[in-house]
């Protein structure tokens, strides 16, 4: 049986495959695309490394959970985890801001464009509107006009 431990490390550890605290719990295995074996309970899973720190930290739906690690380790991948995912999200968000404010100045030019066209437009239908009604008016004011005269 594997040695327990109670203390979460702070640092990458030494000769491991990158500085990824999860491999102070797993070692990879050799010619194979992601596979690490869990020194806690000596068996393989898939996925890669983050996977593997899921099945530390207990985090339901993609892997079953280690059933060796204790609390505190469990708890503070798990913290780990959602740090990551929040770091990723926040990133996210920022790239998206940063995209929609360089479509956005776009947008506005094309705005500008279409407006003023649409703009251009409707000042020629409104005026060929206008001239429509006032010869309607004149017409209708005319036989208004005949009426009143007769
Ligand atoms: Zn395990």
């Not at 059933?67 to 968000?93: Q, Y």
């Not at 100045?105 to 509107?129: G, L, P, W």
Request: with cysteine; net charge positive.
């Amino acid at each position: 049986m594997p040695p327990r431990t109670d203390k979460f490390p702070t640092e990458g550890l030494e000769g491991a495959p990158s500085k990824d605290i999860g491999w102070h719990f797993g070692d990879p295995v050799p010619n194979s695309r992601g596979n690490v074996v869990c020194k806690l309970w000596g068996k393989v899973t898939k996925g890669g490394i983050t996977r593997f720190k899921e099945h530390i930290a207990h985090k339901t739906g993609e892997v079953a959970p280690c059933p060796n690690v204790t609390g505190i380790v469990r708890e503070s991948m798990m913290k780990l985890l959602k740090e990551a995912k929040e770091k990723k999200m926040d990133k996210k968000r920022r790239t998206n801001e940063f995209l929609s404010q360089l479509r956005g100045e776009d947008d506005d030019e094309f705005i500008d464009d279409v407006s003023a066209m649409r703009q251009a437009t409707r000042e020629s239908i409104q005026s060929q509107h206008e001239w429509h009604r006032r010869e309607e008016f004149r017409r209708s004011t005319g036989g208004w006009g005949n009426i009143y005269e007769e």
